[in-house]
């Protein structure tokens, strides 16, 4: 899941009121909304009030919010629904949340991406105030149309809980009653938004949509699709990155009872998204298909990447980081470090490493295509549907107005459905069969299939002077670039910087002030395929930091909460959470005799977290006892919500300390479920305690993956006061000699 620092384009005032629905043929053709302008346009007026591209409203009175962003179980319907309803006076759980029929639609782009998208903890912090403005926009016409009919000023009429009253009087009108007459009015110059005293649903929202659907499975998603004639489709995808079909013979998988088809699918780095080589088995359901899948013989071409061994990395980078020829791109730069480093009073070195990692959504990748009428029909979890849009064009050779996107939640994501190489297969397939696709991945091709975060290393050198301050700081981070195909004009950037792999260690997001700075990304490709992944570069970088600074704390002689706070200017948000968290997890009060303590910060997505971790050692056993954070993520629209997303952050992060972990020998994944890929149980997990800090409440930030980055290292820390080791790569083995 990204963060690019693009420029922002917003679409003005009058372009958002413009943006009205061709969303839906009969509902909203020839309205455009316009100040001054009527949305009629001299036609019979349309069968449901459209007064802008997020909300409707029918003559029944049903109110539909059309929420344009991908939701993953994040509870984003939740939050972006009660930003519209709020300001509309609907209850935003009684109302219906669909998604957009043309989620190409110009309202819907991502105004800092300039694609259709949803990701980066962006989504809530971004649409905000648009959806709020949206709202209003609809409750104010629809008032003017109430005080019309009774011959009244606006000011005289108020609405609430989806009807329109008379302020002195006994009249009052549904939604329903007045939208008719709603949709023949102009559009308000401006609208008024609620003050934050006046807030219903913002800021207060302890339940998330759908949560009785999912609890009872009556929820759909991708996985559940079915249709007509539909066939399954999986994919024995190259063993080897590199590799291609040399020969097939796939009678015996065609002998399967119920399989239809099988079709090679060809190696498209350029077209499909890096995707490996492979064969498709294509069946009446999902046993026959991977029945026919373990019935085919396929036999591999040699490839040179039959000679990658992941275990041969850190040697790899260290040498790489040695190299003074290495593409360095400075992220953050003061005074001159080399300089300082003959002044100091102590020097510090080390090195931080972390393997690749797969994301393992509870849904594996899951979509269904159909090619019809000249039109490709995706149906599912699509989060990016530009790259469906890419899709479409770079495989079936169709333009955007062929596509078509039927969206469902998806049972997780953590970054796997930003890749574009199952939307690219899925449509290469529709356009070899007539009739509807359903593409599966098993949890061994998930784990398989090469795109989640990459192996990293870290090396940082420190300085201290004679007062214990930190007086000089060199980082420089190894990894690959996000790429051309994740990046369009990446390779084009005149300062080189990927904004994707250096969260953290940048000037807007780094936390630590020091008269020397010299932070750098040293940019190493090894051709494995990596992608998006929950909380993307700052799991690494904050990894490496955060440890870093208690080494160094502790080779001055300082408290670690302390040290970090002499080195914070400026940060009062950032130095608030900081002390909340010790606070909360008593870090000034004695521990009982195999108990410490470890913290670790960082800022990320707008919003500020600590976490503090507590450890405990019982006969060489370390054990993570719990957990405190405290996060400042500005305005909370739906707490529940943000609890959840904390909650689950921080288990995503204990992963990353004791368990994540994917290898790679002679070319082909090691791990192939969660017997060999281990993945934080409920068993595993500490006890929790969470604050939520509102440091501006006039906007909310990003929450969604901002708390696993610390759980690494704040364990990392504890550790280190609790045995003397500093562990320096993860997963961290937690039985260690006395």
């Not at 449901?48 to 003559?59: D, H, I, S």
């Not at 939701?71 to 949340?97: I, N, Y």
């Not at 090894?526 to 799991?539: A, D, E, K, L, N």
Request: glycine share 8%.
């Amino acid at each position: 899941m990204k963060t690019r620092h693009l420029k922002n384009v917003q679409p003005g005032r009058r372009r958002f009121l413009k943006q009205s629905a061709l969303l839906s043929a009969g509902l909203a053709v020839g309205f455009h909304w316009v100040p001054g302008v009527s949305a009629a346009d001299d036609r019979e007026a349309p069968s449901a009030f459209t007064p802008n591209a997020w909300v409707r409203v029918l003559p029944d009175g049903t109110v539909k919010l059309v929420v344009h962003k991908h939701d993953s179980g994040t509870g984003t319907r939740t939050a972006l629904a009660a930003c519209v309803a709020e300001e509309l006076e609907v209850d935003p759980m009684a109302v219906e949340v669909i998604t957009p029929e043309n989620p190409f639609f110009e309202a819907y782009i991502h105004p800092l991406w300039h694609v259709f998208s949803t990701g980066g903890s962006t989504s809530v912090s971004l649409e905000y105030d648009r959806l709020r403005q949206a709202g209003a926009t609809a409750r104010e016409l629809l008032v003017a149309a109430a005080a019309k009919r009774w011959g009244l000023a606006p000011a005289e009429c108020r609405a609430i809980d989806g009807r329109v009253f008379e302020r002195a009087g006994d009249r009052s009108a549904h939604y329903g009653e007045l939208a008719e007459a709603a949709a023949r009015l102009p559009a308000p110059e401006s609208v008024t938004l609620k003050a934050l005293s006046e807030f219903r649903y913002i800021g207060k929202l302890r339940r998330k949509r759908n949560a009785l659907e999912k609890v009872t499975g009556r929820l759909r998603y991708s996985i559940d699709l079915e249709q007509p004639g539909m066939l399954v489709a999986v994919i024995q995808r190259a063993p080897v990155i590199g590799a291609r079909v040399e020969g097939l013979d796939a009678g015996a998988a065609l002998a399967v009872p119920g399989v239809r088809r099988v079709i090679r699918v060809p190696a498209r780095p350029d077209v499909l998204g890096g995707n490996r080589e492979g064969v498709a088995v294509l069946a009446d359901d999902y046993w026959s298909a991977q029945q026919g899948r373990s019935a085919l013989q396929v036999r591999w071409s040699s490839s040179p990447f039959a000679e990658f061994d992941s275990e041969s990395l850190p040697a790899r980078f260290g040498a790489a980081l040695e190299d003074p020829a290495a593409p360095l791109v400075r992220t953050l730069q003061a005074g001159d470090a080399d300089s300082a480093w003959p002044a100091a009073a102590k020097l510090l070195e080390a090195d931080y490493g972390m393997p690749y990692k797969v994301q393992n959504p509870l849904e594996p990748i899951c979509i269904s295509a159909e090619l019809v009428d000249g039109r490709l029909h995706f149906r599912g979890g699509v989060q990016v549907p530009s790259f469906a849009r890419e899709a479409a064009l770079t495989v079936c050779g169709l333009d955007a107005d062929r596509v078509v996107i039927e969206e469902l939640i998806s049972g997780g994501s953590f970054g796997a459905r930003e890749a574009k190489y199952w939307l690219m297969e899925v449509a290469y397939l529709a356009q070899q069969v007539a009739t509807p696709v359903k593409l599966m991945n098993s949890r061994e091709d998930e784990m398989r299939a090469l795109f989640g975060h990459a192996a990293t290393l870290h090396r940082l050198k420190g300085a201290l002077d004679s007062d214990g301050r930190l007086s000089a700081l060199r980082l420089r981070a190894l990894s690959p670039a996000s790429g051309e195909q994740w990046e369009p004009g990446y390779d084009e950037r005149a300062d080189h910087m990927d904004y994707s792999t250096t969260e953290a260690i940048s000037a807007w997001d780094f936390a630590y002030r020091a008269p020397n700075l010299d932070l750098g990304w040293v940019r190493h490709e090894t051709g494995v395929p990596t992608g998006w992944y929950r909380s993307v570069s700052f799991i690494p970088n904050v990894f490496a930091v955060e440890s870093f600074m208690d080494e160094l704390a502790l080779a001055a002689g300082r408290d670690p909460l302390a040290f970090r706070l002499a080195h914070m200017q400026e940060r009062p948000r950032h130095v608030r959470v900081l002390m909340k968290a010790a606070a909360l997890a008593g870090w000034h009060s004695p521990l009982p005799e195999g108990t410490a303590l470890g913290l670790a910060t960082n800022q990320g997505y707008g919003s500020f977290v600590a976490v503090v971790a507590r450890l405990s050692r019982n006969e060489g056993v370390i054990r993570v006892e719990r957990l405190s954070c405290v996060i400042d993520c500005g305005l909370a629209v739906a707490p529940g919500g943000v609890e959840e997303q904390v909650y689950g952050g921080l288990m995503w992060g204990l992963g990353h300390a004791l368990f994540d972990r994917l290898d790679i020998r002679g070319g082909e994944v090691v791990q192939s479920n969660f017997h060999d890929y281990r993945v934080a149980r409920m068993s595993d997990m500490p006890d929790i305690e969470i604050r939520i800090l509102e440091g501006d409440r006039d906007k909310p930030s990003g929450v969604g993956e901002l708390t696993s980055p610390p759980v690494a290292p704040a364990i990392a820390n504890a550790i280190q006061r609790l045995t003397g080791q500093r562990l320096r790569s993860t997963p961290f083995e937690l039985t260690l000699p006395g």
